[in-house]
């Protein structure tokens, strides 16, 4: 019996697998699409690293093993910094943590202070309630250094000497610092003398120079500046202070030349010698009074003294002798020979005493520290520079000596050239080397080690990129190329609406019309080539079932036969 072709489109088709399927195609749907979004999310969480921050540094061994053995009982991550001297937790964690760590008592700290006297037991010595007193004043006064921003850790001894009532056996207390910096951190001699006068200020009796301050190299940080042949103590207050006069008096003349001969053309170095001495200065000075200089009388007194004058004392020494004379009469005429000598009056001495004004001046001068004694000031000008427009080329040439001449004058205006003072002050013009040649190019783009962070940080971003790249249009694309078309086929305009003779998705020939297949329907482009090959063979065994039914007959009866 022959078969027709209605019964060969009976037979029942081969169960196909489960994920050819619709259900089976959108179950591969969905899993494909939750491995794209969990390899997304996988990329994400892996290219955003935690934020960790520093939870404490600068721990004792004691306290870090402690601190870390915690961490580990709550389960929190945590890791090191490079040096080992910062534990690092995730940022967000920071606060609760060291809450938590605070309320176990963590980190306890390496230096105790005055809570050390409250576990006093009863009966302790006198000696070592002394001791305890000295521990706690030492760690309270490195826990007040290490307050500081580049001090890591402090270390304080104490050196009390026993009080004594006896004067010549009284001593002073004297203080050491051990100081550990920051790493790359240094102390000025500002915040070093800070450190000595807080220990001074803490301990009675303790001098300033009986504190002794050094850091973690063993360099000695308060050392006595020395004093100079004059015993006076160099400051450096005052060598900052001449510093920063010798940079304002290069900038001043920088400034006023730059504009004249170009920016990068003038370079200025300054030296000033500064008088620090602070003088205080008394003179009484007397002019000559003598001729040819006008004399001033300021008193003259005069003494004249007159009185009797008689001969020489005659007799015998006695009481006789020494009688005054009698009544002088006149020598008569023949008188006896022996008779006394005839007496005379007259002036017998005159003196006489001249003072005159003396010229007296006093003077009181004080004079302020920091005046300038003398200035030297070096200048030195590059040559010209031009550039022809028609070639390009650079020539420089010196500056004409009357522009050089200008440029003295102007410096000896902005440095404030005195020549009573014994300033000195030199332009000098000559070519800088080195400004004029090109610039050497540097090394290239990739060989540059400054471009390695970000070229890593471009390549993560890239590698990103190309995985989900990938996941979208090997995987996630064809997986979705299904659900696309049936959605396309729901919201298909209707056939009355299209144009008559003519598919929207139909493949067109070169004058625009639908290219059949063999059953006289057009070919969709989107269509499936196993779609296609079983429409083919279907109008195939049509057309030959209804030329030449024996040809169908003798298949079917194979495929009974072979049953």
Request: overall charge negative.
């Amino acid at each position: 019996m022959a078969a027709t072709a209605d019964d060969l489109l009976d037979t029942p088709a081969a169960p196909q697998p489960f994920l050819k399927t619709p259900m089976g195609r959108n179950v591969l749907i969905g899993g494909g699409v939750a491995a794209v979004l969990a390899a997304v999310l996988a990329i994400w969480m892996w290219s955003k690293s935690p934020d960790y921050r520093v939870l404490y540094a600068n721990y004792s061994d004691k306290d870090g093993g402690a601190i870390t053995a915690s961490l580990d009982q709550m389960g929190v991550k945590y890791k090191f910094s490079e040096g080992g001297t910062a534990i690092l937790v995730p940022a967000e964690q920071v606060p609760d943590l060291r809450l938590k760590l605070a309320s176990q008592g963590l980190p306890k700290g390496g230096n105790v202070g005055f809570e050390l006297m409250e576990n006093q037991k009863l009966g302790v010595s006198q000696f070592l309630e002394q001791v305890n007193y000295q521990r706690s004043l030492e760690g309270e006064l490195a826990r007040s250094i290490q307050s500081l921003g580049s001090v890591a850790g402090a270390r304080v001894h104490l050196a009390l000497p026993k009080p004594s009532v006896f004067v010549r056996d009284q001593q002073k207390p004297t203080a050491s610092v051990l100081l550990n910096l920051q790493s790359g951190r240094a102390l000025d001699p500002g915040q070093v003398s800070a450190i000595v006068h807080l220990v001074a200020s803490s301990i009675p009796e303790l001098t300033i120079g009986n504190v002794t301050v050094v850091d973690q190299n063993g360099n000695l940080l308060s050392e006595q500046p020395k004093a100079n042949a004059l015993g006076k103590q160099l400051d450096a207050t005052q060598l900052k202070y001449v510093e920063q006069v010798q940079q304002n008096i290069i900038k001043q003349v920088e400034s006023l030349i730059t504009p004249i001969v170009g920016k990068g053309n003038v370079r200025a170095e300054a030296t000033a010698d500064i008088d620090f001495a602070q003088v205080d200065t008394a003179a009484e000075m007397y002019k000559p009074n003598s001729p040819p200089e006008p004399q001033a009388i300021r008193s003259q007194q005069t003494s004249e003294q007159t009185g009797a004058t008689t001969g020489p004392a005659n007799g015998i020494p006695g009481a006789l002798s020494n009688q005054p004379p009698g009544v002088a009469t006149a020598p008569l005429e023949g008188s006896a020979p022996g008779a006394a000598p005839q007496t005379t009056t007259g002036p017998s001495a005159r003196n006489a005493t001249t003072n005159y004004e003396l010229d007296k001046t006093i003077r009181y001068e004080q004079r302020p520290m920091g005046g300038i004694k003398r200035l030297t000031v070096g200048v030195v000008v590059n040559y010209r520079r031009t550039v022809d427009p028609a070639t390009g080329k650079v020539t420089v040439k010196p500056l004409p000596a009357a522009e050089v001449a200008q440029i003295n004058e102007l410096v000896k205006q902005a440095m404030g050239y005195s020549q009573s003072r014994g300033d000195t002050m030199n332009v000098a013009n000559a070519p800088f080397d080195g400004v004029d040649r090109p610039d050497e190019n540097g090394p290239d783009w990739y060989k540059d080690p400054s471009n390695l962070p970000l070229a890593m940080e471009i390549g993560k971003y890239l590698l990103i990129a190309a995985v989900i790249a990938f996941l979208y249009f090997r995987i996630l694309r064809p997986l979705l190329r299904p659900v696309v078309r049936k959605f396309d086929e729901a919201t298909a305009i209707p056939d009355e609406e299209k144009k008559e003779g003519q598919d929207e998705d139909a493949i067109v020939d070169l004058e625009g019309k639908p290219l059949l297949g063999p059953d006289g329907m057009p070919i969709e482009e989107e269509e499936a080539p196993r779609e296609r090959s079983y429409r083919a063979n279907l109008a195939m065994a049509k057309e030959m079932a209804q030329n030449d039914p024996r040809i169908v007959a003798n298949v079917i009866k194979a495929w009974v036969g072979s049953e």
